[in-house]
Structure formats: C-alpha cells, structure tokens
C-alpha cells in the first residue's frame, strides 16, 4: 500500500507520519506491589517528558490457571522456572488501583491508557474514558478480543512481537472490520531484554507499507539506541518500559529505564525526528550567519580603469559579497571599467563589456 498512514490523536496529540513520535512510558509491574511506588512512577514519567502512561490491566486469573503442570512454566529467559501464575500475580496492577491512577494521570495533564488482556479488562477500562487501548504482542492472535476493543470505537495499539505476516493480516483485518479503521502497529522483539542486533527495524517501514496503518516500536532493549534508530527510520511512536530504579528489582526491572535515562530518550528521539524530516525546498535559515563567509571574487591588488582582470588581481576568497566564483573564468582577460582598491569585492558592473575599449 502506498501513501501517508492517516492520522488518529491519543490525548490532544496527532500521532503519524510528519509528526514528532509520541513516547509512552511503559509501567507494567514496576510498582513492585505498592500504590504509592505505582503514582511515583506516574510523577517521574510526566518529569521526564513522557507524553502518555501506559498499564496492564488483568488478574493471575484472568491470563492463566494456577496450575503446577509443566506447561504452566517458563522455560527460559528472565523468568525461567517461574509459574506463570506466580509471576502473573507479582507482576499485575491490581484493578481497585486504576482509578487512583488515571486520576493521578489527569491531574498531571498526562494520557493514560492500558493493555486489557480479556474482555473484561475492555470493560472495566472503558470506565475512565481512555484515548486508546493496547494490544500486546502474546494477545495478537486473539481475534475476539481484538474485535471487542475495536468495537469500543477507540484507538487501537497493536504490538507484533512474534507474528508472522499472515497473523498481522488477520489482526489487523479483524481491527478494521470491527470499528478500528487506523490502528497504529508496533514492531517489536519478544525478548526481555531485547539485542540491538536482533531489532530489526526495516520492519517498521514493512509494517506501514503492508498495511497502509502507521507504526513504531516497542522496544525492550537497553538503553536509547535502538528507540532513535527507529525514529530516524519512521517510527511514530516509541514504548519503553520505566522503573524508579533498576536495583529495587521486580519483574521487569531488568529491561527498564530509570526516569534520568528516560528523559535522554525524549530527548533523543525528538532530536533523531529533527534532525531526518525532509529538507524544505530552501536551506535553513540556521545557515545564513555561516553562507555570508563561502568564497567570492574579490579584487586583491589595486588597479586602475583599463587594466587587464588576471590571476595577480582578482582571487576567489572569503566573503561572500563578491561574484561567483564560477565566474572567474569569463573574469579573466577582461579589463575594468574603472579604478578598483584592494580588498574591492567585484560585481559586473566592474567589467567592461567584452570589445570595449
């Protein structure tokens, strides 16, 4: 598909190609079990610059069973050998908390929104009027759900770790044909934490072009690099996850930016979108105090009308107030028009017309 991706708005703001990226503070579990850990995480995203605040929203058992079956752990990574409930459990944003936190959220002016993981997270979510719903990347296949969160006519977030293209179609087809005609897609590598070598951000530009919908990233790596990289490559939005500190732990400590580093990525990523927008026609006018020094054609030794123009007496050196350089070849061999000092920056009508005497 070819042309621009159509704009939506989350909280006030235009979200698509030409626009800033918008920068969305993840929170997930790093409230480690505490209310008050959970607002101060709110207060240093708006510090920082974020311009939304993202949650999950679920319970241990509305995601999985308490099960001790094999199946029911984690193989590998950060987590290996944790029930999924268990972790489910520790990790969760309990319900009774939200509303102390969208408020929170609307008293800093800041956009907050969420990850539902059933239906009735959709429903309980729907309550504090968010600007949009998220799809994680492990609830892409879930077509139902998908199709309910499009139902409530807001804007959707899709996340695509770990789907293949025939999935994204499918998600994507199932958003649209629900109510959610422009979702906005994010790359993203289902690793905690995530390499830079396996980013794979030509991705980004594929997602737009696949699908005619805008797209960004969600990015569990380390550190700003990847989240500019993007940027520079397109991307309209960038989720990173946000923690106080790193060494309080929690489940996803680990892959989290402490709000000093989240600040550098606001930073960074508006700079990175600055920096590779599309040349206007004209040059910048940041130029202009540096354009006056490029090189002209001055005079250099003092000469009297009638004398011959040669390389003794006219040189191309800095400022710019003289001809251009290019014209020193039909300078040459001409005489002038009248007496010129050194340190004279020559203009046409300087030089005698060729012929005359």
Same mark, same amino acid.
């Given at each position: ?119 009735s997270a959709v429903d ?25 969160? +499009? /139902?409530?006519? !807001? ?10 293209? &025939? #999935?994204? =179609?499918?998600?994507? %087809? ?19 934490p995530a390499e830079p ?65 989240? +600040? /550098?990525?606001? !930073? ?10 599309? &040349? #206007?026609? =004209?040059?910048?006018? %940041? ?71």
């Amino acid at each position: 598909m070819t042309g621009a991706a159509p704009m939506l708005w989350i909280g006030g703001r235009p979200v698509g190609p030409g626009q800033p990226p918008l920068i969305v503070a993840e929170l997930s579990g790093n409230h480690n079990g505490e209310l008050a850990r959970a607002l101060s995480l709110i207060d240093a995203a708006k510090a920082a610059g974020a311009h939304a605040v993202k949650l999950q929203t679920y319970t241990a058992e509305t995601i999985t069973l308490d099960c001790d079956r094999a199946c029911f752990r984690i193989d590998g990574g950060s987590w290996a050998g944790r029930r999924l409930y268990d972790l489910y459990g520790e990790a969760s944003t309990p319900w009774e908390w939200h509303e102390a936190l969208f408020a929170r959220c609307r008293q800093l002016g800041l956009p907050a929104f969420s990850t539902p993981f059933d239906s009735s997270a959709v429903d309980f979510l729907e309550r504090f009027d968010p600007p949009a719903h998220k799809i994680a990347s492990f609830e892409l296949v879930d077509l139902p759900l998908i199709r309910h969160v +499009a /139902a409530t006519g !807001r804007p959707m977030i899709l996340s695509t770790g770990m789907a293949d293209g &025939a #999935e994204i =179609d499918e998600a994507v %087809a199932a958003a649209r044909e629900a109510g959610c005609r422009h979702p906005v897609l994010l790359h993203c590598v289902s690793a905690y934490p995530a390499e830079p070598r396996d980013a794979g951000l030509g991705a980004i530009a594929a997602l737009a072009a696949r699908t005619g919908a805008a797209a960004g990233l969600s990015d569990h790596s380390l550190g700003t690099a990847v989240a500019v990289a993007a940027v520079a490559l397109g991307a309209v939005m960038i989720e990173k996850h946000l923690t106080l500190r790193r060494s309080d732990g929690g489940p996803d400590a680990g892959f989290s930016m402490e709000p000093a580093e989240f +600040a /550098a990525l606001v !930073r960074d990523c508006r700079a990175a979108w600055e920096a590779t927008r599309p &040349a #206007e026609p =004209d040059r910048p006018t %940041a130029e202009d105090p540096c354009r006056r020094l490029r090189r002209s054609l001055f005079v250099v030794r003092d000469m009297q009308a009638g004398d011959v123009f040669s390389s003794d007496n006219v040189r191309s050196i800095r400022p710019a107030d003289g001809l251009a350089p290019r014209y020193l070849d039909q300078i040459l061999g001409r005489r002038a028009s009248q007496a010129l000092e050194r340190g004279t920056p020559l203009a046409w009508g300087m030089v005698k017309e060729d012929g005359a005497g």
